[in-house]
């Protein structure tokens, strides 16, 4: 890994993925290094460092496991009827059914947020098909669309533009201001999708 000085008290942490970039944020918000941790698919950002040279002698000299943590589950009831589902199922060769059955049979964990408050990107440790983002975005997708891109899945916490291949949609409110902690799928917390 490699450490850039963002100024005097911030760094920018450069990884190997994704799953590298949360373990680092959770030793980094575990360790306090810093006031503000924010991990993204190939970076962690570290912005308040406390003690810059010591975060940097420990990133470059003590490699991290990129191994999940045990964050909470959360179980999202999905209506798998989205305008994508047919297209993603040929894509894999199978049919609409397996699609669901793919996409309900792993543990999801949120990797990092993103794109709209409340947006998580959703990865899986278990082999997992690719599938091409919209060639077209559409100008419009509803609050709660779930969808597929490359190797991801994700939830759209409230209408937005968006170019991924929907293949359902939930009632679960990812975003709420109100709430102690407004996003509901925080990095570490682990997804299952369940089919209604």
Known sequence: MRCLSM???ALLVETDGPWRSLALAELARAEDWAVDVVPAAATVLLDGVRDPEEVRRRVVS?????????GPTVRIPVTYDG???EEVATRWQVDSEQ????HTS??????FTGFAPG?????????????GRRSTPRPRVPAGAVGLADRWSGIYPAETPGGWQLIGRTEVVLWDALRAD?????PGTRVRFVAR
């Open 7 to 9: 100024g005097p008290k």
């Open 62 to 70: 003590e490699p991290v496991a990129a191994t999940p943590p045990d």
């Open 83 to 85: 305008p994508d589902l």
């Open 99 to 102: 699609v669901v059955a793919r």
């Open 106 to 111: 792993v543990t999801w964990v949120a990797l």
């Open 119 to 131: 947006f998580g990107y959703l990865a899986t440790k278990e082999t997992w098909p690719s599938v």
């Open 182 to 186: 407004p996003a509901l799928l925080t």
